[in-house]
């Protein structure tokens, strides 16, 4: 990792040791900030954080049926900006304006149905996230480190450069 050149002076209440804050507009107007998950799936970086493994961004799908199943060993929390989804093994459908806990070691299977356009969902991950098959074994995962390899590969295609990814880390 590069280290970061501070070009502003922290306010006097700040730890010298703390990360600086991150303000941006969540929903960009800049299309290529949004990064490619699978087809018609994306995410935004809005915080990658190095230090416990964890991140932020907001999830934007446009296409229905299953995205993946998965389990977190650490706890998610997860809001509705647009749209709605659902997990096949809960009843419930968290639509715009909803709040979701994920508690840790729960496999759900994220669905969105035929009739949401688009959806769109903060997400605060604790930790990596593990794929796993209808029998419940791994085949595959993500971690912070792999986000960030996937901002950087897809900055540098889109001309945004690979460090632009670096204002979402700490």
Not at 83 to 97: F, K, S, V
Not at 113 to 139: A, L
Not at 144 to 169: I, N, P, Q, S
Request: proline share 6%; glycine share 8%.
């Amino acid at each position: 990792m590069r280290a970061r050149v501070i070009d502003r002076e922290r306010p006097a209440s700040t730890h010298p040791f703390s990360p600086l804050e991150i303000v941006e507009k969540a929903i960009p107007e800049d299309e290529r900030v949004w990064v490619p998950q699978a087809p018609n799936v994306w995410f935004r970086p809005l915080m990658l954080n190095t230090l416990n493994g964890g991140w932020c961004n907001l999830l934007r799908v446009r296409k229905s049926g299953v995205l993946s199943r998965h389990l977190h060993p650490a706890p998610v929390h997860g809001f509705v900006l647009k749209g709605q989804w659902r997990y096949l093994e809960h009843d419930w459908i968290a639509t715009e304006g909803s709040y979701v806990f994920e508690p840790p070691g729960e496999t759900h299977t994220l669905v969105v149905d035929e009739d949401c356009e688009e959806m769109i969902t903060f997400f605060n991950i604790s930790g990596c996230m593990y794929y796993v098959d209808e029998q419940g074994n791994c085949t595959g995962f993500e971690d912070v480190f792999a986000k960030m390899d996937m901002c950087r590969k897809h900055y540098t295609e889109v001309g945004l450069g690979a460090d632009y990814v670096d204002r979402f880390v700490r």
